[in-house]
């Protein structure tokens, strides 16, 4: 498959956070014990929509630093693959590997184009990494084809309010900003930084992913704790626009048999 216009500009993206930010914090979150969820690092305990990775195959579609497969390999799964297509981050996620020996295997492929077998993973999963910079009509038809028939995807993405609320330049408003209508792509031109996300609203993402095979288990949106504060780095939304409205959201799904 041909790389699309956007897959540089978004590895630039990346290549630049990981030396400004998630490579240095990347061995604090794998030696972190308990799974954690997000902007505010809301726990796995309080959220409760992971499924029971134990003895399961799982990968990780735009793992990053794959923290989260360092997690899921902690609560037993029997193999977890990460896959990234941004050499720096995967370099962080090996330097990590070879400091706590968790047994990762790491890739460095387009979710949207992964190289690895048909149904081989009981579980896939993404948090803001090709949830939400891969093309879904292109990334959740590649997780339904490595899933094995009942396996289980979960993905992290911010809300459709949210992305209606952020404004072209500078940070979320407590008003709309953005038609929902016709919202798929968005490029984000900023000062210092530029990407390409992808958000279709929640019916043309349901859409997508019955499409391809999924039913839907759970769904969750997720507010800032009261006592939270700005991120020190992912600083929007702010923390007080999102103790009123919810700026993350988790889809749990089941791949029917085909």
């Given amino acids: 498959?041909?790389?699309?216009?956007?897959?540089?500009?978004?590895?630039?993206?990346?290549?630049?956070?990981?030396?400004?930010?998630?490579?240095?914090?990347?061995?604090?979150?794998?030696?972190?014990?308990?799974?954690?969820?997000?902007?505010?690092?809301?726990p796995e305990r309080d959220v409760g929509i992971l499924p029971d990775v134990t003895g399961k195959d799982v990968i990780e579609l735009g793992c990053g630093t794959a923290y989260f497969g360092a997690w899921f390999k902690r609560a037993g799964a029997r193999r977890v693959v990460g896959i990234d297509v941004t050499p720096a981050q995967l370099?962080?996620?090996?330097?990590?590997?070879?400091?706590?020996?968790?047994?990762?295997?790491?890739?460095?492929?387009?979710a949207?184009?992964?190289?690895?077998?048909?149904?081989?993973?009981?579980?896939?999963?993404?948090?803001?990494?090709a949830s939400i910079w891969c093309d879904p009509a292109l990334w959740i038809a590649e997780a339904a084809r490595l899933l094995r028939p009942g396996?289980?995807?979960?993905?992290m993405r911010g809300t459709t309010l949210r992305i209606l609320c952020a404004p072209d330049q500078g940070k979320t408003?407590?008003?709309?900003?953005?038609?929902?209508?016709?919202?798929?792509?968005?490029?984000?031109?900023?000062?210092?930084?530029?990407?390409?996300?992808?958000?279709?609203?929640?019916?043309?993402?349901?859409?997508?992913?019955?499409?391809?095979?999924?039913?839907?288990?759970?769904?969750?949106?997720?507010?800032a704790p009261e006592d939270a504060a700005n991120h020190e780095y992912y600083d929007d939304p702010p923390a007080e626009w999102a103790k009123q409205?919810?700026?993350e959201e988790i889809w749990r799904l089941r791949l029917q048999p085909r």
């Fill in 173 to 223: 408003a407590n008003r709309l900003e953005r038609p929902q209508k016709d919202m798929y792509r968005l490029d984000w031109e900023e000062e210092d930084w530029s990407g390409v996300e992808f958000h279709p609203p929640t019916s043309d993402m349901l859409a997508i992913l019955r499409t391809n095979g999924f039913e839907l288990l759970d769904f969750r949106e997720l507010y």
């Fill in 245 to 247: 409205w919810p700026a």
């Fill in 151 to 155: 396996g289980e995807l979960v993905f």
């Fill in 91 to 110: 370099e962080t996620a090996r330097r990590m590997e070879e400091e706590f020996g968790l047994g990762l295997e790491l890739t460095e492929a387009n």
């Fill in 112 to 129: 949207e184009d992964v190289p690895l077998p048909d149904e081989s993973f009981d579980f896939a999963f993404s948090e803001y990494g």
């Fill in 1 to 42: 498959m041909a790389e699309k216009d956007y897959v540089a500009l978004n590895r630039e993206g990346w290549t630049k956070a990981n030396a400004e930010y998630t490579g240095a914090r990347a061995h604090d979150s794998w030696a972190q014990d308990e799974i954690t969820w997000g902007q505010w690092s809301k």
